[in-house]
């Protein structure tokens, strides 16, 4: 309140305005509305849902397509990771990413097969090959980066023109890009199938035109080196360990019901020949006995020689008729040696007595039966040559008289029976140069690390449900503060009556009003707003307030005029 040059009091419009009945409960609704703002805030946060990854490492074409799918299917989401995540309510995650897959998205950033689709009338062929070809590589490397290291892929295929001359036609090539998962290498199966899969996909591209390369430009394609350097390739290698392993389980099975499990360790060492051989071989041996011969064939050929020709002295003589026989006068001639295989043939004629030979010729030919042998041995590749395995046993714990355990070697009939258990395990073959070597001592602990124990305000669960209480505790916290704290008693002063206060004296008051009578006003005042003492009556007040106006009415009739004009 102000006071003016004639002593009098000069009200404030703005406190006239809250001590009144309706300044009073406008300002009490008003705090009331904030406050329940404040307390539908708190509530708000605190009931504030998990949010969860709903897509991340998409394109930004991706994005904006998701983003709107969100908005018309009013699911609320926020951004992470720098804008490279969308995050939706944990209770809604799998029902939006559902619902957003069926209408294709995202799309991955390739365009495959759909772009044939938008397909302009008019287009050249050209175009046309074009538009192929970007659709086969981005459905190749959609294909691609459906496996589980590959964290995206991009195809590229130089197709040349096809030509109607042979020596003009050129393969097609390819090249694949990869970018892998962080510290998930491709392994030698995958790349290969990888490379028959765009050799597959392609019409005439063989899979030495293909080039696979990572993100980092190592050519995974090119296994020449590794094949050279050990001269077995991926599934050579894999073949060995399957037989390694294969043996060390058989011999840890057959050995662990023994020893007990944990003391027996076993490992294995094939030799195995790769290499594919195939031998045909013919073998003739002299006859048995010669009375056991087998007659094959036989063949006979004879010949003889032709008639003698005629004999005697030319001329008419010989033409004529032979005479009758007579007996020899002359003595006997001596006998001509005959050859053999000759024919003696006598030719009359003139009284003498000729012989001619006439040749002749005999061949047999027999075929006998030869022993022989035909051999054809075809030695496939992944046989055995040797193998070398070493089987370590823990010694075994015997419980002494005393009740203590104590290591104790194996007898050498136990350590001769683990021997041969190992050895039929494995399949020993001692022509084939195997070797076995079992040794029993005691195993040395690994000492435990001893990891400190971690309180229980520092367990990654607990801080969760730390945070989740506590989320809801300091809103609970909050709103009862500000309901009973605060609303609370605005309410009572809204319900309760105005307390009337003594006002100061109008301006329009009299002049002649001495300075006595203002100390009595002030006394008034001073009376009423003052607390009553205790064990006063309300019948004293009432004595008190009829002294009052009948000592000074005209004070009492200023205060009477000021509670009428509005200025309680």
């Given amino acids: 309140m102000a006071v003016g040059a004639d002593g009098s009091v000069i009200p404030n419009p703005l406190i006239s305005f809250g001590e009144s009945q309706g300044g009073r409960n406008l300002l009490l609704m008003l705090g009331a509305a904030i406050v329940l703002a404040v307390m539908a805030g708190v509530w708000m946060w605190s009931q504030q849902p998990e949010y969860r990854v709903l897509f991340s490492n998409f394109s930004d074409r991706d994005g904006g397509a998701i983003v709107t799918q969100l908005q018309q299917m009013n699911v609320p989401y926020k951004f992470a990771e720098g804008g490279g995540a969308i995050m939706v309510p944990a209770e809604q995650v799998h029902d939006t990413r559902l619902r957003i897959a069926a209408m294709g998205l995202p799309k991955g950033g390739n365009v495959g097969f759909e772009l044939m689709e938008n397909q302009k009338l008019g287009v050249s062929q050209f175009l046309e090959q074009v538009n192929f070809q970007r659709a086969l590589e981005g459905e190749l ?85 590794a094949a050279k350097a050990n001269g077995l390739d991926p599934t050579q290698l894999k073949y060995v360990q399957e037989i390694q392993q294969n043996i060390v389980r058989r011999i840890e099975s057959i050995i662990t019901p023994i020893v007990g499990p944990n003391n027996v360790r076993a490992e294995a060492t094939a030799d195995i020949d790769f290499s594919t051989s195939e031998q045909a071989a013919e073998t003739y041996k002299p006859n048995s006995p010669p009375n056991q011969s087998t007659m094959r064939s036989q063949q006979t050929s004879e010949s003889q020689g032709s008639n003698p020709g005629a004999g005697g002295v030319p001329g008419a003589l010989s033409n004529q008729p032979s005479a009758n026989a007579t007996a020899p006068i002359n003595p006997a001639a001596p006998a001509v040696p005959v050859t053999p295989g000759a024919t003696t043939v006598a030719t009359p004629g003139a009284g003498a007595t000729a012989t001619t030979t006439t040749p002749s010729q005999k061949e047999l030919t027999v075929n006998y039966e030869v022993d022989k042998t035909v051999r054809y041995v075809q030695q496939p590749m992944g046989g055995v ?184």
């Fill in 141 to 225: 490397a959609r294909s691609i980066q459906s496996i589980g290291v590959v964290e995206s892929a991009r195809v590229h295929l130089a197709m040349p023109k096809a030509s109607v001359f042979v020596r003009d036609q050129q393969k097609p090539t390819a090249s694949v890009v990869l970018n892998l998962q962080t510290g998930r290498p491709l392994s030698e199966q995958q790349v290969s199938a990888i490379v028959h899969l765009v050799a597959s996909s392609v019409p005439e591209l063989p899979p030495g035109n293909i080039s696979v390369i990572d993100q980092n430009g190592n050519l995974l394609s090119d296994t020449s080196k």
């Fill in 385 to 568: 040559k040797r193998i070398s395995v070493a089987v370590v046993v823990n010694f075994k714990q015997v419980v002494d008289k005393t009740g203590n355990v104590v290591a104790t070697a194996l007898t050498e009939a136990e350590r001769l029976q683990i021997t041969d258990l190992a050895k039929e395990a494995m399949g020993f073959n001692k022509d084939r140069g195997d070797t076995l070597n079992v040794v029993n001592t005691a195993f040395a602990g690994v000492p435990k690390e001893i990891f400190p124990e971690v309180p229980i305000w520092k367990k990654p669960e607990m801080i969760q449900l730390a945070k989740e209480f506590g989320k809801y505790a300091v809103g609970g916290i909050v709103l009862l503060y500000l309901f009973f704290g605060v609303l609370r008693p605005m309410l009572k002063k809204f319900n309760t009556p105005a307390k009337k206060i003594n006002t100061v004296v109008d301006d329009e008051s009299d002049e002649s009003e001495t300075p006595e009578m203002n100390a009595a006003l002030n006394a008034e005042q001073a009376d009423e707003v003052a607390p009553e003492p205790a064990g006063q009556s309300y019948q004293q007040n009432l004595d008190l307030a009829k002294q009052l106006a009948k000592d000074d009415p005209k004070v009492v009739a200023n205060i009477v005029k000021n509670w009428v004009s509005g200025n309680e």
